[in-house]
């Protein structure tokens, strides 16, 4: 098996082992505590008290646009999965991608 053989093999392994695309979510998940502003309120009072944790996934989309989504304690595990599926697949994508760089340099010299 030569080198340009071998590279195409493991680019169909790095393939068909990406990551279920019915999870992906790209963001960051963020946990916040609030002050009301209500002077009779123990979070007022106390910063300790606050009210929360209210989770949130946080989503760039370009430069100073960011958007946040408010979501339930039942969907944590949900968001952190599919955040961890999101980081494994542009792993993966990169690792191919490199693969291709690599194809197309040996392919040249041919």
């Known amino acids: 098996m030569d ?3 071998k590279i195409e093999k493991e ?3 790095e393939i068909k082992s990406l990551p279920d695309w019915h999870k ?3 963001g960051t998940l963020m946990k ?3 002050t009301c502003g209500n002077k009779g309120c123990h979070c007022y009072k106390n910063k300790k008290e606050r009210h929360g944790p209210y989770w949130y996934i946080a989503v ?3 430069i100073g646009k960011q958007k946040m989504y408010l979501i339930s304690k039942n969907q944590i595990n949900e968001v952190k999965e599919g955040i ?7 792993k ?3 690792k191919i991608s490199s693969l291709n760089i690599e194809l197309l340099r040996l392919r040249r010299r041919r």
């Open 32 to 34: 916040y505590y609030w």
């Open 3 to 5: 080198k340009m053989e």
């Open 84 to 90: 961890r599926e999101y980081k494994e697949l542009w």
């Open 60 to 62: 760039n989309f370009g």
């Open 92 to 94: 993966k994508l990169c």
């Open 11 to 13: 680019r169909e392994e």
């Open 24 to 26: 992906i979510i790209r």
